[in-house]
């Protein structure tokens, strides 16, 4: 590793706005193993499947129906 770098010809990262965010959320096991599952038949990790399926519920503006019976 260099003892100095020179970032005086750098540029902005312009995806630095669209950077995920870590949080914690508390998801029932159940519901993780199923996301687990579908995004193992697609390919990804799920914690991609998940997030691209709350963008989606997001751009989509869908809304919960709950049912409390």
Do not use: V
């Not at 590793?1 to 020179?6: G, I």
């Not at 193992?40 to 963008?55: E, F, H, V, W």
């Amino acid at each position: 590793m260099r003892d100095q770098y020179n970032f005086s010809e750098s540029t902005q990262n312009p995806y630095a706005k669209k950077l995920k965010k870590q949080i914690t959320i508390r998801i029932d096991e159940d519901t993780i193993g199923y996301f687990k599952e579908m995004a193992d038949d697609k390919g990804i990790p799920y914690q991609s499947l998940i997030n691209l399926y709350l963008r989606d519920c997001a751009q989509e503006h869908k809304e919960l129906s709950l049912d409390w019976k």
